[in-house]
């Protein structure tokens, strides 16, 4: 099989935050993680979309109803996955934080 040129196995890591304290706790967990992978020349970014409260009695709504936090990151092709997977899990409950992560694996 031939070898694309570095280009890996995109991931995008889904988190649900409820408020600003555990979106902290968990950029510093993910950041954390990351440092740790700096010799693999991973790349990653972090997109939030909030979930607005809804509305009642026309008051405009202004606080956020916590936020989705979608990570993309790009592996090289040889990655391990499974142990980077279950560090950054360590890493989140480290952080006191109990969250689902969901994980899709985009292989090129």
Not at 65 to 76: M, N, R, S
């Amino acid at each position: 099989s031939e070898k694309r040129g570095g280009v890996g196995i995109q991931c995008f890591l889904e988190v649900f935050v409820s408020d600003g304290r555990q979106e902290k706790l968990f950029r510093a967990a993910l950041d954390r993680n990351m440092k740790s992978l700096s010799k693999f020349n991973v790349v990653y970014n972090v997109t939030r979309t909030t979930k607005k409260k809804k509305s009642s009695n026309n008051i405009a709504p202004t606080e956020e109803d916590g936020a989705f936090l979608t990570t993309y990151i790009i592996f090289p092709a040889n990655f391990e996955f499974e142990s980077w997977q279950s560090s950054l899990q360590k890493h989140v409950l480290q952080e006191g934080l109990h969250l689902p992560l969901h994980i899709t694996l985009i292989a090129r």
